[in-house]
Every structure is written in C-alpha cells, then in structure tokens.
C-alpha cells in the first residue's frame, strides 16, 4: 500500500496534469473570447466520455459502440429538469395545456408524465445524471459479462442499444421531444444559462467537473484494480484461473464509464443550451471511441487532448471549407491512426522519452559508440508502457 | 467557402453606367452614390455593415442525409443573391454572404448560428430546413437578436419575432388540398400516412380535424413510420383492403423513393385515382430520386410548382437553370428560399437600415410582385401570404397545375379549432 502511494503520482503524471490544466484554466480563457470558450466547453464535454472509454476499452478490452446512450442518458436528465423550469405556466401561456413542456402540447398531451414529476427537483436530477446510467449499465453488463459475452458481441448489443435507444426517444416524441429533441433551455435555479457570464462559469465548472474525473480516473488505474483491467484485457483466463471473479471487474469499469458519459452529456446540455437524439445514436458513439483513439487509448489525458483536438479541428475545417470538410477529417483520422498506432498520446510519451535520453545522454560522457545503440535503449524504455494486445 | 464578390462594387462611373443599362429591364433600385446613406446611420448596433458591404449569413446542410434537400435552398438563395448585387444591391451596399454547414446535425446548427451571429456578425441568415434545425437554432437567434429566413413549409405552432417563414404553415398547404379532394373528386374516405415527427403529426392532426368537422368525410386510419423506413409492404396492403378515397401523405425523405415504387410493385395504378394519392412532401426534388414513372398520377399540394406558367417564374427558372444547368429541377422550398434574400432586402429598403429591430418592424406588409409563385406578403406573425396550387406527377418529373386557390391565404399558426 505504501509503494503504490509512492508511485500514485510520478512527477511526469504531475507534469502533465499541469501542462492540461494551464491550457484549460489559463491560456484558452485568455485568448479565447467567450463564443469559442463555450465551444471548448462543448468539446470537453465529450472529453468525459472519452477518459471513460479509455478506461473501459484502453485498459479493460471492453470495446462500447454506445457510449451515446450513456451521454445521453445524463444530457436528457438535465435537460428535462431545464425544460420543466422553462415551461412555466406563465412563460407557456399559449399552449392549449399552459405549464407542461412545449413538445407535449404540440403532441396532444395534456399532463406532465409521471416520469417527468422527480425531476422538477434539482436533486433528484443530479443523483438521475449520477446513477441512472451506471444502474442501466450495470444491467446490460451482468446480463453480458455473466454470460462470458464479450468483445465483438458485446461492441454489436452496446451499437443496436444505441440505435434502439434512438428510435425510441424519436418515436415517443410527446414523452421526449422527438427528433426535435428538448430544445430551448433557458435557467437554471432562476440562473440564466444563455448569459455570457454564465458561459463562464459553465466553462470552469466544467473543466473542475474533468479534473475530478480524471482525478477519479488515475486513482482506478493506479490501484490494483487497474492493473487487474489490464491483466484481464491481455489474458482473461488467466485471471481467471487465479481466483478472480473477472466478470464483476468488467462490469465495474463499464459502469464507471457510463457515469463518465453521463456527467459530459448533462455538461453537455448545460453548455450547449439543448439535448437531441442525434447525440444518442450510433454516429456520436463511435465518434466518441475515435476522440478515445486518436488522443491515445492508453492515457486519460490524452483522452481530453483528443476530445478537443478533433472537434476544434471539425469546427475550423467546416467554416474554412463547408464543402469539403468531410474529406479533410476522414485523411486526419486516417492519418493519425495509421502514423500514431497509440494516439497522440503515445507520440508525446515517444517524445518526452527521447528528451530525457538526450538529457541523460548528454550529462553523461559522451558515449559515441553507434546511432543503433541509442535506438534500442529507445526500443526498451518505450515498452515499459504496455501496449494493448491487438484484439 | 467564402465568396467576396466584389465585381460590382467598383464605383467607376462608366462601369456604373453599363450596369445601369444592362439592367434597365429589371432595375428597381440603383443607388447612385449620392443617395447613400453612411455606415453609422444605417447601423447602430454593430452588424457587419462597410460603406460598400454587408454580410449575411447562409446556413444549410450541405453534408450529411439532409444535404440532398437543403442544396436547392443554398443555390436560390445565393442566386438571389447574386442578382440583388447585379442591381446594385441593398441600400448600396453589395451583399456578401458567409455559408457555413450544418452537417444534418443539430447542435452543429446551434454553433454555427452562435458564429454566425456572433462572430461574424451578420446582418440576416438564411438557412435552416428541418423543423429540428430551426428549434436548436431558435433559442440563439432570439438571445442575440438575429433575423432568420426560414423556407421550409412547416408544421405551424410558432411564431418568433427573430423568424421570418417564407414557406407555408400547415394550415395554408393542408385545407385547400382536402377542400379541393372532396369538391372536385367527391371524396369521402381519407387515410393518413406520414413519416414520425412533428411536421406529419401536427399536419395530420389538423387535416383529421378538417376531414372529421369541415368536411363531414371520414378518416380511415393514420398511422407513421421512423424517418429512413423502406417497408412499406404492411400498410399498402391496409390500403388495398379499406379502399379509401384518399391516401394523404406526409411521408419524408429516403422514405418516398421505397413506398412509391412498392405501391407501384402491388399493382396500384396511380393514374386510375384509386385511391387518389395527395402527397404534401414531394417536390420536384424528391420527384429526382423517386423516378416520374414511379409518381405518375399523384398529386401534391403546395405552393409553388416548376411549372408555374407567370412570367416571374419563367424568368425565374431561366436565370436558375443559366446558373446551375438544365438537368436542375426547383421545388417549394427551393422557391421559398429564393424569396428570403428579396425579403429582407425590401424590409431593409422600407426601414432605410440594416437594424434588426427596425427591419423586423418594416416587414410585415412588405410585399413581392416579382415573387416566382406570383404574390406574395409578410402577414402580421411573420408568415407569408400566398396561394396553394395542386400540381399533378407527370413521368417527367414535373408537375402540371391543375388547381389554384382564387385568393391569397391567410397564414394562421395556431390554428383556433384544429389543436
């Protein structure tokens, strides 16, 4: 317990925990105005999502199609506890059914649903975003992982829950709002949310939201469990064989991704003022594990760095070029993926590596004796990290 | 891509002179320099208005599934556009316009709209096509005070002050239609059938009320599949079985290509008029995917059709086929695209600024002669007024007008008697 204290924070990990956090906190709010920080703020709100995937995939070999279910999950939460302080019967006063959403009454509802009544309380909505998606998860994963269901299967019932999820929030739209989704939020506690100030403050609250995840996050993958995750990923037998229930470890991480998820889509909702089930479906899922492996699938920093990089460079490309922005995103996943197997992150730890090599290298005495040499010393100390088996 | 068209702001005189004359045909208002007021006076609230420029904003999807549909506004508003410059452009100003995508996605309409508003700092933006895009982009344009142009025919229930809806509400595309079935072809049996979401619901909601207490005929059945369904096999067969007068369609999208060819495949011949098909949703465009020989024999109720014979739309589809090519085809929207950009131009005119506020105060009551589909005017809740037309399928893809409706038509939103 005492050595895994020791080593809980190396000082790299500290370094770039504060390299994230002076980007986040200090260099995008001073140079940013407040229209491109609140989209940062909506970057980063996949970026949960994808610290979950890391996790879940990097680390446990659970591949999850459907992490939208879960963002969605948690966006529709908080958006269905905005939406009841915004249809007050004042404020909606020309609907036939004054006081009931504006979607219900368009649809011929003519009383609040009684799943909607819990969450006129703010409380209720937080332990909704907190607990409703890991309970759903759990479900799914003890009916899987109890069953030895796994990998390829698995990634196929996360996508047609997914899809399934999507048709069902489209087709009940007088529950849901439809395609439409719940749209037109305005306060929050009689806050208004839309105000640039607010923007603000939704800012920092989210990025303090991300570092608690992550810190949560380091803390799994520091502790024995994490090392569990990527024991099972590599030989689950194995695992097995010595005595550990590995299913129970499986449906841990999944539902702690799914709460992950679910924290970014309420975050979601509060940043971008609306909740839609174009955020459910299957296209947002695989989206997410694609800010998961072009970050670095092994790294929960990097996670947050693909989550942002991909998505400013979305926003960029398709103001530059409308037309074409599809192709150029296509050639960049394809590029990094085949360049950097292990993401962006697995090229900033080469980087790192080689620098402190050369600084070891060069406080040492000159040791000329061949290129080769300093290559597979290169070679050795990058597989100390482990890379994941190909599945 | 931006476009900074500048070709005509140069302010040689001889240049002037030309496009003056060149354009004597159809000049309304050239500006000469004199008569130009200052940027400051014309805008008070920090648009992106020069003394010579002003931008706007289009936002469409121009990737993505709803790309296909939303491609036909883009271009008419851009030929709009273009042929405002062409004459000199809006209070003396040339209109240069900033596109931004919506991919089919719509959070993306919310951001680009905040861009649109905020950075960029437009003075209108046409654009949306759903009814889901035009909800996300909502709440952003009221918060900063933009002004929309919206083209699509919709499901009504909305009137925002930041909107101007240059397509038709449910009510004006709907009742005429059913009138027009039950007069002409004494129909007495309808059967509804529309795609899952809140246009087809409202849509039918309100033709149920029309059939059932207006019109004293019965309805058969409603019923809705998930947007993107093809089978379409089950409720042909209901149809074949109940027999009723008319099937009323409000199917969107991908969806029309399978069901019409499957009504074909079950040996419903369209042209018999049994049952007589009315479709709401299918324009020229969807007609392109669908096949004229797979639509033959229906008819469609909406405003406006290629096929217009006024000299406006002559003109109309002339300038829009010299611009993008004689395969093009038009559709209602696309007309009601083309409209956006000389709307707000006229609003602009009539207010002498490009302040939202004093815009939205000069337009109810402007009016279009020049309009393709004929007339049209701003009514007090920002909609439109026009005509509804009822356009046969031809194997051609067109449709032939075989009905107008004497008089403009009242837009009514929220509609007393049929919520």
């Known amino acids: 317990m005492n050595v895994m204290k020791s080593n809980l924070f190396k000082r790299q990990d500290l370094i770039n925990y504060g390299l994230l956090a002076l980007l986040l906190l200090v260099v995008l709010p001073l140079t940013l105005d407040i229209f491109r ?40 939460a908080m958006a269905m506890f905005l939406k009841l302080e915004a249809s007050s019967p004042e404020a909606t006063a020309i609907q036939s059914t004054p006081g009931i959403p504006d979607f219900m009454d368009w649809n011929q509802l003519t009383a609040l649903p009684w799943f909607w009544e819990p969450f006129n309380s703010l409380g209720f909505t937080v332990l909704a975003i907190l607990f409703v998606a890991p309970l759903f998860a759990f479900v ?37 709002g439809g395609v439409n989704g719940i749209t037109d939020l305005r306060t929050l506690m009689g806050w208004d949310i839309r105000s640039d100030s607010a923007k603000y403050v939704l800012y920092f609250f989210g990025v303090a939201m991300l570092f608690l995840c992550l810190l949560m996050a380091h803390l799994v993958l520091k502790s024995k469990l994490g090392r569990l995750l990527v024991a099972i990923r590599d030989r689950e037998d194995r695992v097995r064989f010595s005595g550990y229930d590995v299913s129970n470890f ?62 400013a460079a979305k926003t960029t490309m398709s103001e530059a ?27 900033y730890t080469l980087l790192v590596d080689k620098f402190k090599q050369r600084r070891a290298h060069s406080s040492a005495p000159a040791n000329r004796t061949s290129a080769p040499a300093a290559e597979k010393e290169q070679v050795d100390s990058s597989s100390g990290v482990t890379a994941p088996s190909q599945s | ?86 004459m000199g452009g809006v209070l003396g100003r040339q209109i240069e316009y900033i596109q931004e995508d919506g991919a089919s996605d719509w959070p993306t309409f919310a951001e680009k709209s905040r861009k649109l508003l905020v950075n960029d700092k437009v003075a209108a933006v046409f654009g949306c096509w ?10 952003v344009f009221e918060q900063y005070n933009g002004m929309l142009y919206y083209p699509t025919f919709y499901e009504g229930l909305e009137e925002s002050p930041n909107v101007i809806y240059t397509g038709q509400e449910a009510t004006q595309q709907i009742l005429e239609g059913l009138d027009w079935a039950s007069r002409e072809k ?31 005929a019965k309805v058969l059945g409603e019923e809705y599949y998930p947007l993107g369904h093809t089978q379409f096999n089950s409720v042909i067969n209901k149809i074949k079985l109940r027999k009723p007068d008319v099937v009323f369609i409000s ?64 003109a109309f589809v002339k300038a829009f086929k010299e611009k993008y090519g004689d395969d093009i085809v038009i559709g209602d929207v696309t007309q009601a695209a083309y409209l956006g950009p000389w709307l707000w131009k006229a609003a602009v005119e009539k207010a002498g600024s490009f302040d939202i506020d004093k815009v939205r105060a000069a337009s109810p009551g402007i009016e279009l002669t020049t309009a393709p589909e004929g007339y049209v005017r701003i009514h007090e809740n920002h909609h439109l007024w026009s005509k509804t037309r009822i356009g046969k399928a031809h194997t051609d893809g067109q449709y032939e007008v075989v009905y107008e409706s004497s008089d403009l038509i009242e837009p009514n939103p929220f509609p007393e008697g049929y919520q």
């Open chain 1, 140 to 176: 799914v994963a003890t009916a899987m992982f109890k069953r030895r269901v796994g990998g390829v299967y698995f990634a196929i019932i996360t996508q047609a829950i997914a899809a399934i999820l999507t048709i069902l929030i489209i087709g009940q739209q007088g529950y849901t």
């Open chain 2, 1 to 86: 891509m931006r476009m900074r068209d500048k070709k005509a702001t140069t302010h040689s005189p001889l240049r002037r002179r030309l496009l003056k004359g060149f354009l004597a045909l159809q000049a309304a208002v050239v500006l000469g320099n004199a008569s130009i007021a200052s940027a400051e006076e014309v805008n008070t609230t920090g648009l992106a208005v020069t003394e010579d420029t002003v931008k706007v904003g289009i936002l469409h999807s121009i990737t993505g599934t709803m790309a296909i549909s939303e491609t036909g506004s883009v271009q008419a508003e851009k030929l709009a556009i273009d042929q405002i410059n062409a």
């Open chain 1, 250 to 311: 499986k449906i841990f991480v999944f539902c702690f991704a799914a709460m992950l998820s679910a924290i970014g889509g309420a975050m979601f909702t509060l940043q971008v003022g609306f909740m839609s089930p174009t955020l459910v479906g299957i296209v947002p899922s695989i989206e997410m594990v694609i800010f998961c492996a072009l970050g670095g699938r092994l790294s929960i920093i990097g996670a947050v760095y693909g989550a942002l990089l991909v998505n």
């Open chain 2, 251 to 314: 199917v969107v999208g991908g969806s029309n290509v399978a069901f019409y060819k499957q009504l074909k495949a079950a040996g419903i011949d369209m042209t018999q008029e049994k049952p007589l098909f009315v479709t709401i949703s299918v324009t020229e465009d969807e007609i392109l995917g669908i096949g004229g020989e797979n639509i033959d024999g229906i008819y469609a109720s909406m405003k406006y059709f290629q096929s217009l014979p006024n000299d406006n739309n002559q």
């Open chain 2, 130 to 139: 759903t009814s889901a895009s035009r909800k996300a982009v909502l709440p």
């Open chain 2, 186 to 216: 004494g129909a007495k049996t309808f059967y509804l059938l529309g795609s899952d979401y809140i246009w087809p619901r409202t849509s039918n909601k309100i033709a149920r009320k029309h059939i059932e207490n207006k019109l004293g």
């Open chain 1, 37 to 76: 920080l609140n989209l940062v703020g909506k970057y980063l709100s996949y970026a949960f999502a994808a610290i979950g995937l890391v996790l879940c995939w990097g680390y446990g070999g659970i591949l999850s199609l459907g992490q939208g279910i879960f963002f969605g999950i948690g966006g529709y």
């Open chain 1, 321 to 347: 070029f409308p037309e074409l922005w599809l192709f150029a995103m296509g050639a960049l996943f394809i590029g990094v993926v085949l360049a950097f197997p292990n993401g962006l992150a697995g090229l």
